[in-house]
């Protein structure tokens, strides 16, 4: 919004219009004494979205629209704007308006936006807020992406191939905000907010990170092979300059994210497979980390988000991961140690980001001395377990309590200098304990005789004056005085001065109360500038630690999530999968369970056993009627690589697995009436996508194909798909269908195997046992689920006499019956 001069423009909306003018994008919080307030279009958004009355200055034409909060309770409103995806700048005085002439001093101290939100109210401590930045490299589809989590300090670079994958990265982030050049067209059903931004080339980007960092070479970040997606990381660090009005001392480095040690999936998968969201009602119940998640802190938690939505694909990585895995599971007593002590540490990357951000609550500092106290037993604990990552952590905390170690330097550090029970802002004063500065013990010492002889002069006034009801009392509106009821006004002695009448009692002061409480006053004030100055010193120090906190972040982090997996895996009877050569494209499981449902009380699952090879049935096509379980077999296959490459045991009595590179799922399709794409082309573009990016050593679940078009277009379209799958890509491919003319290809096609969801039928009764057999489905029992539904008995009835026609004369039989004038229905 662009804000214009007005005739009866005053200094107050000049001075306004100017700032407006510096951030025309956000929803400008202007300071005006005890007050935001914001004014013409920005009012008239926030009144809407905040809920709060739309008031008014001036008449008829030249009437500018106004609103306005409190603002002690700014914090929530800012969080709800920026929680529907506004930007919101902080406009403060930034003189002291009873020492100004004319015009208060006003800038904006912050933009705060959805990926620069580091308020704890509104992050959810087990999710990243990503803030994300992506730009184009010359001459190539390829895309630069970085991202930065600014309340944890994580930033990384990468880059991917091509849009596609660009769109799984931001949906496998949960971005909250991206930023990007405007060469790049990215549509986004999602409620990312997107921000056009200017992009550096890469020669520039590069200088400018060095500069930034205070380096000679970014080799040293190990990012080298992502240099072309240096503008996008340039783009984030000027963006949170820009936006945050100060430096950033949380983001130390940056690191390569490196995709080939991943197992990929695109966001498709991710969603489908409810790896972290539910489909239903996109909350974290009956989603696979639900199960998993018995971490004990924030950081383990996300990690763990972090790594079901990005698993190992690198044999090394992942039997090391199982090894401390299992030293855990099978060491109780460890392991419940290990937990102990987690739970009682705070977000340690949260909480330093908060600290030097300048959010000035002394309690994180607390916090955090707290926390790494806490730790001080977990080195004993870690060297009585083995397992080459357990053992390196045990490693790292084996100096932890050394006296030059950094975090007994920060515990030492607060624990000298901050009262244990400080007030939860630094304005509320008395949060430095005494002796730590001698500057400021003389000033307590100078003013502390008058707050004796304050605290002295109720009594010393009863005694004198005789009257026992006498108090003296202090507010921050009228400061000390003395309040008499209205009974003993007769008692009040001469050299009281009246201040203030209520109904019951009358207010006094004396000229020396009002002396002392002056001199106190300006001492107090004088304490809580001087305790500021000595917190922001604090803070530096704490600052100059962040890599060693960060990095003891990670660790502990790394230790909970391990501990996590074996607890769940002890808990629920889990077993460590077993790797095989990648040229044997094994996928053995024996009395495989889902690990979701099987949660659930109401329901009996059946173990299901799955054999997959390059020399048997790589390619299973399942057919069986609509609840038989078709569907949530194949979920259940993918759920359990997905828990063996994240170094976790998996509900099976055995797993047997050559690594997956890519796990893609085609479950299902909505229409995309925001993109105009039907039903059919949604299911055409994710089958596109898994035909073009799938390789011999990935898994495919497919749920259907062909479904939403015309029977033998659709037939045709998944027979096609099939043979492209089995014969040129290879890989290992679970494939359930409907088309039940589909099994005869097992005949011509090697190492396609008919398998189907067995179904006992009785008396036209059917019962689903949820069994995976081998072999084909003789029908679809699709009339048997529609009677199980609640249709009508006369709609069942007439079904099955279509059915019975259909099959005995083709696809002919309504043609012939509408001829024949038979085709009456009901």
């Known amino acids: 919004m662009t804000v214009t001069k007005t005739q009866t423009e005053t200094p107050m909306l000049r001075q306004y219009r100017e700032i407006k003018a510096q951030c025309e994008e956000a929803i400008l919080f202007f300071r005006l004494g005890d007050f935001y307030e914001m004014f013409m279009n920005d009012a008239k958004v926030a009144s809407k979205e905040l809920e709060i009355t739309l008031t008014g200055r001036g008449k008829d034409e030249s009437r500018?629209?106004?609103?306005?909060?409190?603002?002690?309770?700014?914090?929530?409103?800012?969080?709800?704007l920026v929680s529907k995806g506004y930007k919101v700048a902080v406009c403060e005085q930034t003189e002291d308006a009873s020492l100004t002439k004319g015009l208060t001093k006003r800038e904006i101290v912050r933009i705060i936006t959805p990926g620069t939100v580091i308020e704890q109210g509104a992050l959810d401590a087990k999710e990243n807020n990503y803030l994300v930045a992506v730009n184009t490299i010359p001459k190539t589809e390829k895309l630069?992406?970085?991202?930065?989590?600014?309340?944890?300090?994580e930033f990384k670079i990468m880059t991917v191939e091509?849009?596609?994958?660009?769109?799984?990265?931001?949906e496998r982030l949960n971005t909250k905000e991206v930023l990007i050049s405007s060469e790049i067209e990215l549509e986004l059903n999602t409620q990312i907010l997107i921000s056009n931004t200017p992009m550096l080339d890469q020669k520039r980007a590069e200088e400018e990170l060095l500069k930034h960092f205070k380096i000679k070479s970014l080799t040293a970040y190990g990012i080298d092979e992502f240099k072309k997606a240096t503008p996008s990381a340039w783009s984030i660090i000027d963006y949170l300059l820009k936006t945050q009005k100060h430096q950033i001392p949380q983001i130390t480095k940056i690191s390569p994210y490196q995709t080939n040690t991943r197992l990929s999936m695109d966001r498709t998968?991710?969603?489908?497979?409810?790896?972290?969201?539910?489909?239903?009602?996109?909350?974290?119940?009956?989603?696979?980390?639900?199960?998993?998640?018995?971490t004990k802190t924030a950081m383990g938690a996300r990690y763990l988000k972090q790594l079901l939505k990005a698993p190992f694909y690198k044999n090394s990585i992942i039997e090391n991961r199982l090894d401390a895995v299992e030293n855990l599971l099978n060491d109780l007593l460890s392991r419940e140690e290990i937990r102990e002590i987690l739970k009682d540490v705070y977000d340690l990357e949260r909480l330093v980001s908060r600290?030097?951000?300048?959010?000035?609550?002394?309690?994180?500092?607390i916090a955090l001395k707290e926390s790494l106290q806490s730790l001080a037993d977990l080195s004993t604990v870690l060297s009585q377990l083995s397992g080459q990552i357990l053992e390196e952590h045990s490693q790292f905390f084996s100096q932890y309590q050394a006296p030059k170690s950094p975090y007994q330097k920060i515990i030492n550090l607060i624990e000298k200098s901050i009262i244990p029970e400080p007030p939860a802002i630094i304005r509320d004063g008395n949060i430095i304990n005494p002796g730590y500065s001698e500057e400021l013990d003389r000033l307590l010492l100078s003013f502390k005789n008058i707050k004796d002889w304050i605290g002295a002069l109720e009594e010393t006034e009863k005694n004198r004056t005789g009257i026992k009801s006498l108090k003296?009392?202090?507010?921050?509106?009228?400061?000390?005085?003395?309040?008499?009821?209205?009974?003993?006004?007769?008692a009040v002695p001469d050299n009281y001065i009246r201040k203030q009448t209520l109904t019951n009692a009358e207010r006094y002061i004396t000229p020396e109360l009002k002396e002392k409480e002056t001199v106190l006053l300006n001492g107090e004030e004088k304490q809580k500038a001087l305790e500021t100055e000595i917190y922001q010193d604090i803070v530096k120090e704490i600052a100059t630690y962040i890599p060693a906190l960060q990095e003891l972040a990670k660790v502990i982090a790394d230790i909970d999530c391990l501990q996590s997996l074996a607890t769940v895996s002890q808990k629920n009877h889990y077993t460590r999968p077993t790797f095989k050569d990648s040229d044997q494209q094994v996928l053995n499981i024996e009395n495989g369970r889902h690990p979701v449902l099987e949660k659930n009380s109401d329901l009996h699952y059946i173990p299901n056993d799955i054999n997959m090879s390059t020399d048997n049935n790589s390619f299973i096509l399942i057919t069986g009627p609509n609840m038989a379980g078709k569907s949530t077999l194949m979920r259940q296959v993918a759920l359990t690589i997905v828990m063996a490459q994240c170094g976790c045991f998996v509900p099976a009595s055995k797993l047997e697995l050559s690594l997956v590179d890519k796990l893609f799922t085609r479950i299902g399709a909505l229409d995309n009436l925001y993109s105009g794409q039907s039903t059919f082309m949604v299911e055409m573009l994710e089958t596109a996508t898994i035909l073009h990016n799938a390789t011999e050593n990935s898994l495919i679940i497919l749920d259907e194909i062909g479904r939403g078009t015309a029977t033998f277009d659709g037939m045709s379209i998944a027979g096609s798909v099939t043979d492209y799958i089995h014969s040129k890509i290879k890989a290992r491919t679970l494939f359930a269908t409907h088309y039940h003319e589909l099994t005869c290809l097992e005949k011509s096609l090697s190492g396609l195997s008919n398998f189907n969801m067995q179904i006992q039928e009785t008396n036209d009764q059917i019962v689903f046992t949820y069994k995976l057999m081998p072999g084909t489905a003789d029908k679809s029992y699709g009339i048997h689920v529609a009677e199980m539904a609640g249709l009508p008995y006369e709609v069942i009835k007439k079904a099955g006499k279509l059915l019975a026609g259909f099959e005995l004369e083709g696809s002919n039989y309504l043609h012939l019956k509408h001829n024949s004038q038979q085709l009456k229905l009901f």
């Not at 091509?162 to 931001?170: G, I, P, V």
């Open 355 to 365: 600290i030097v951000y300048g959010l000035n609550n002394p309690k994180d500092c």
């Open 144 to 153: 630069g992406i970085s991202f930065v989590d600014i309340t944890t300090g």
């Open 162 to 170: 091509n849009k596609d994958d660009l769109t799984s990265q931001l």
């Open 269 to 294: 998968t991710i969603r489908n497979l409810e790896l972290t969201e539910s489909l239903h009602n996109n909350n974290k119940s009956g989603t696979l980390f639900w199960i998993l998640d018995q």
């Open 64 to 80: 500018i629209p106004m609103c306005g909060i409190p603002y002690h309770a700014a914090e929530s409103y800012i969080l709800r």
């Open 472 to 490: 003296v009392r202090f507010n921050k509106v009228f400061g000390y005085y003395i309040e008499i009821p209205n009974s003993q006004n007769s």
